[in-house]
């Protein structure tokens, strides 16, 4: 298993890293157990079996207690991130949100785990995304960011090799999706009586402003041409059912048009169902079950 890198980047160093024991189940540390964390646990317990061990699950600790009902014995809560890399997970999984990545992300590194992340937006900030990848190239430890609540990323990662010229990415979501963020700034949500769009900008801007729902604006600009040259709109629409995320990308290759109407979770309207469930399947494929034939 090679080390060291974004997902897709060529940064192995040749150094020696010790290599997870072929056949071995996958130690797994999560921080967070909100709406994503529960969906892929929930998941991890149907189909997880001899190929993911929890370690720890680290949540705030007026929550402990609740998570620990919650999870009912099959990982320990910990309330402190020491506590939950004293467990040496082989990979840990940030479910938690911007600040969680930026605060835990270095010592994760450095504490010689792999990174899963669906806080993507936290690499719009410039350095966070340098240290991030001069640690994960140093150490040798991997920082994947699954394809989250979007799809089309890998024809996106695949074409940025032949070249792309364009990459527009437009997301709509209901009115209540939007309630508590920035949008409520440029928007009174509660006179809307059809689909407004309240930001038109890059994807650095818009996955720094809107932490909460679009991470997939920095998912596509680091797998696409970056996060200055994707264009995004975001759209509030009171007759919206769900969200829907529209990709466009245009290069050597051809050009793509991609939609995706994603329900959103039961328990986060911000997040689609989606995105646990490319959480698990980023997990699944690193214990070998990748999508294959022989
Ligand atoms: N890449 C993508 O496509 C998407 C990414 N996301 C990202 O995922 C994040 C989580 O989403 P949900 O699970 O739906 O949110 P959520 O609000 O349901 O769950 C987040 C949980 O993390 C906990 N938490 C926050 N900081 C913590 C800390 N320092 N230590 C321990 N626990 C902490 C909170 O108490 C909460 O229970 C979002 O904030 C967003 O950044 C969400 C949707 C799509
Ligand atoms: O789940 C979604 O639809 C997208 C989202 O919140 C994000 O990108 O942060």
Redesign the pocket.
């Known amino acids: 298993m090679k080390r060291g890198s974004f997902k897709g980047d060529d940064s192995s160093g040749g150094r020696a890293v010790p290599e997870h024991p072929a056949g071995a189940p996958i130690r797994l540390a999560v921080?967070?157990?909100?709406?994503?964390?529960r969906s892929m646990l929930e998941l991890c317990a149907r189909e997880g079996s001899g190929r993911i061990e929890l370690t720890g699950v680290?949540?705030?600790p007026p929550?402990a207690a609740e998570a620990e009902t919650w999870l009912g014995g099959r990982a320990p809560v910990m309330t402190a991130f020491p506590e939950l890399l004293a467990t040496r997970p082989d990979i840990v999984a940030e479910?938690?949100?911007?600040?969680?990545v930026k605060?835990f992300g270095e010592p994760v590194l450095a504490g010689g785990c792999d990174l899963v992340t669906?806080?993507?937006?936290a690499f719009a900030d410039r350095e966070f995304e340098a240290r991030m990848r001069a640690l994960s190239r140093d150490l040798r430890r991997r920082i994947l960011v699954p394809s989250?609540?979007?799809v089309g990323i890998d024809g996106l990662a695949a074409a940025r090799h032949g070249g792309l010229t364009r990459v527009v990415y437009s997301g709509s979501k209901p009115v209540n999706a939007w309630r508590g963020t920035a949008a409520e700034k440029s928007v009174d949500l509660d006179k809307l009586s059809e689909p407004k769009t309240f930001f038109e900008g890059s994807a650095r801007e818009a996955a720094s402003r809107y932490?909460?729902n679009a991470?997939?604006t920095a998912?596509v600009a680091l797998a696409g041409i970056g996060f200055d040259e994707t264009r995004v709109r975001l759209i509030a629409d009171p007759t919206a059912r769900g969200n829907l995320h529209a990709l466009e990308y245009e290069g050597s290759f051809g050009h793509a048009r991609i939609r995706i109407q994603g329900k959103p979770?039961p328990?986060?309207p911000?997040?689609?169902m989606l995105?646990a469930l490319s959480l698990w399947r980023t997990l699944l494929d690193e214990t070998g079950a990748a999508i294959r034939v022989g």
């Open positions: 921080i967070g157990l909100g709406n994503i964390a680290l949540v705030h929550r479910c938690a949100g911007h600040a969680a605060a669906l806080a993507s937006g989250g609540a979007i932490p909460m991470n997939v998912t979770s328990t986060n911000k997040t689609s995105t």
